[in-house]
């Protein structure tokens, strides 16, 4: 019994490992579609219109607290579906010198957030399934860590940007 104790509290052990490791991976994912945004949003390439719309919403992603967080990003997400949901946005954004590359960037940004995610919120899943068993509750194996929870944004990228090939 003591031998399957230990061994179920390392597996809870490394799976809240596994989390902080992804949710550190996914708030790289995020700030790197933010600053891609504003840098996009700050060069010049788009309407004044467009370009203060996603800077908005990327600086509020930015520097949204984490109670917070999950909305701003939802923002993000909704803006950028906004400014380039038709393919004439991208393609004049590409035409202009500089586009082509921030085209590309921000297309492999926003395609990065929604695997991020999926990997943050597996780990979460499998953390929360194995602290549910009884024996884990009875004998208090996952300590003082604290429940694990999913984070839960609107990550759908714009169509424009998902069709397009990465190179």
Excluded: C
């Excluded at 899943?125 to 549910?132: D, T």
Aim: charged share 30%; net charge neutral; proline share 5%.
């Amino acid at each position: 019994m003591g031998l399957y104790l230990s061994w179920t509290a390392g597996r809870l052990d490394r799976l809240h490992t596994r989390i902080d490791a992804a949710r550190a991976a996914l708030d790289a994912q995020l700030l790197r579609r933010a600053s891609v945004t504003q840098e996009l949003a700050t060069s010049g390439v788009l309407d004044p219109a467009a370009s203060i719309v996603l800077y908005e919403a990327a600086h509020a992603a930015r520097q949204a607290e984490e109670e917070q967080r999950e909305v701003a990003e939802s923002e993000l997400s909704a803006a950028l579906r906004v400014v380039f949901s038709e393919t004439a946005q991208v393609e004049a954004v590409r035409e202009v010198p500089g586009g082509e590359d921030a085209t590309v960037e921000l297309a492999q940004a926003v395609r990065r957030v929604p695997m991020a995610r999926r990997f943050h919120n597996d780990a979460v899943r499998a953390a929360r399934a194995l602290r549910r068993h009884r024996k884990v509750r009875w004998f208090r194996l996952a300590g003082h860590a604290p429940f694990p929870l999913a984070f839960e944004m609107d990550d759908e990228p714009p169509t424009a940007l998902a069709d397009r090939p990465v190179t």
